[in-house]
């Protein structure tokens, strides 16, 4: 069985005594995002020189020995560092080669001949190369102009046949029933009376690790849902005046978790840890998340009539 991590029994501790964690960072004065952080076993987010003490001061409040869980966080880093691997350099002897000189073969005059003989050769080939090339663009002009006169002449053609076609057709008009207008209007009305019903909308404004988002138009029960697309886990939370705090830890095994607000809930304030791994959703509309760039943010929900 797998031993609980310090976030773990920080927040087991915590949730026994009935805490939230607006209440442990008010006996603790550690601040509350890095209270979350502690949870998530997130401790890189904390400034490194009050790890320890921030340990210490969450477990004096919720009834743990601190000592034992900064012995267990310094075992936890020395078992994430790898132990570097070691290189060996071996040299290599190199092998010089010394040049050798090769004596230029002497021509005679039957080689100096034939030289002679194939250089004309060639250079009467490469002529004869180059004048090919020079009537190849004019062949081209030549076939496109021809192209263009056919296409020409075929579009006239098939013009002509259109209006002969058309001269000869009589003309007629038609009349619709009174079945069709029936139709049509009663699916025009039903279009409209669609189109009149409110449907719920966000506005977001903020950004890096704080959102403001408006909720416009709402169902008469709103409900929030969090899931986890990308990462391993992730803290997710609401806060009301009436229920108090409501969360849940994402992971493989727990994708989902969902809140259903009150009617009488004007206003809630979501945790997101891991933001750009979640996919949230406000009453049905899907909540824009680009614009977080923290590792641990908040989203301030304003229920608008």
Known sequence: MREASIGELLRQARTKKGYDLEQIAELSKVPRHYLLAMEMDQ????????????????AEVVDLDGVSL??????????????????DFS??????????????????????????????????????????????????????????????????????????????????????????????????????SSSTTPQPSLTTTGGEDNLEVALSNPSSEVVISFQLVEGDESWVAAYTDQLGEQGALLTPDNLEYQVTLPQDVVSTVLTLGNAQGLAVTIDGQKLDLSALTSSLSYVTLTIQE
């Open 70 to 87: 900064i012995h267990g966080y310094r075992n936890m880093k020395l078992s994430q560092q790898k132990p570097k691997e070691k290189v």
């Open 91 to 192: 040299e290599k002897d190199s092998k010089t080669t010394s040049p050798k000189i090769q004596s230029e073969p002497v021509k005679t005059d039957s080689i100096r001949e034939l030289e002679k003989t194939t250089n004309f050769v060639q250079t009467r080939g490469s002529r004869h190369k180059e004048e090919k090339k020079s009537y190849l663009p004019f062949l081209i002009l030549v076939a496109l102009s021809l192209a263009i006169v056919g296409f020409v002449a075929y579009v006239s053609w098939n013009q002509m046949q259109n209006n002969l076609t058309s001269s000869s057709q009589p003309s007629y008009s038609m009349v619709p029933s009174s079945s069709s207008d029936s139709e049509s209007s009663v699916s025009t009305s039903q279009e409209e």
């Open 43 to 58: 401790f890189k987010l904390l400034p490194q020189e009050s790890v320890n003490s921030f340990i210490e001061q969450y």
